[in-house]
T-cell receptor, first 117, second 111 residues
Framework: GAVVSQHPSWVICKSGTSVKIECRSL??????MFWYRQFPKQSLMLMATSNEGSKATYEQGVEKDKFLINHASLTLSTLTVTSAHPEDSSFYIC?????????????FGQGTRLTVV | KQEVTQIPAALSVPEGENLVLNCSFTDSAIYNLQWFRQDPGKGLTSLLL?????REQTSGRLNASLDKSSGRSTLYIAASQPGDSATYLCGIQGGSEKLVFGKGTKLTVNP
């Protein structure tokens, strides 16, 4: 299957700082990527849809100024958590699917465990 | 709004047993349904994808079925192994491309 690579796999930061998470499609071009957040023992919740070359679409209740998304190329989307607070500690996962080859199967990155202290 | 429920929330079985995981959804207007596996602290690994026009898909010891009219899907695992221990997630894609997930079933296969 297609490969989506996410980096870093874990990060610890101080409250008030910003953290950038990268999501790369390694063997296909991704015009659309999705960012999810997962709390312990909870389902994945979609935060935003990242569109290459245009603004991201955020889900209701997600602060766009806090969770900055940039999708500047067909293989890279980034999520920046700005002015992080302890309540932002969570597991963040990105996904995409290689629609250019007619495949609608979603592939996920390895996830990033963010801990804000 | 699509809602996805997975039952049971947790399941513990002895090695070698066949088992069924359940996924139900409220809106039958789906594009596809995908079963994933998630190991602790890791991302999701795609197991099976069922398009809305299909009724089942098989891969090795895994078989997934889809009944849109009743809003149900099952994941059947044959001859379970300790390596199958993980959380299994059901994700449903509607017309908006995004996936809606259940909370998952945590499976433990005991040696």
């Amino acid at each position: 299957g297609a490969v989506v690579s996410q980096h870093p796999s874990w990060v610890i930061c101080k409250s008030g700082t910003s953290v950038k998470i990268e999501c790369r499609s390694l063997d296909f071009q991704a015009t659309t990527m999705f960012w999810y957040r997962q709390f312990p023992k909870q389902s994945l919740m979609l935060m935003a849809t990242s569109n290459e070359g245009s603004k991201a679409t955020y889900e209701q209740g997600v602060e766009k100024d806090k969770f900055l998304i940039n999708h500047a190329s067909l293989t890279l989307s980034t999520l920046t958590v700005t002015s992080a607070h302890p309540e932002d500690s969570s597991f963040y996962i990105c996904s995409s699917d290689p629609r250019t080859v007619g495949n609608t199967e979603a592939f996920f990155g390895q996830g990033t465990r963010l801990t804000v202290v | 709004k699509q809602e996805v429920t997975q039952i049971p929330a947790a399941l513990s079985v002895p090695e070698g047993e066949n088992l069924v995981l359940n996924c139900s959804f409220t809106d039958s207007a789906i594009y596809n349904l995908q079963w994933f596996r998630q190991d602790p602290g890791k991302g999701l690994t795609s197991l099976l994808l069922i398009q809305s026009s299909q009724r089942e898909q098989t891969s090795g010891r895994l078989n997934a079925s889809l009944d849109k009219s009743s809003g149900r899907s099952t994941l059947y695992i044959a001859a379970s192994q300790p390596g199958d221990s993980a959380t299994y997630l059901c994700g449903i894609q509607g017309g908006s491309e995004k996936l809606v997930f259940g909370k998952g079933t945590k499976l433990t296969v005991n040696p």
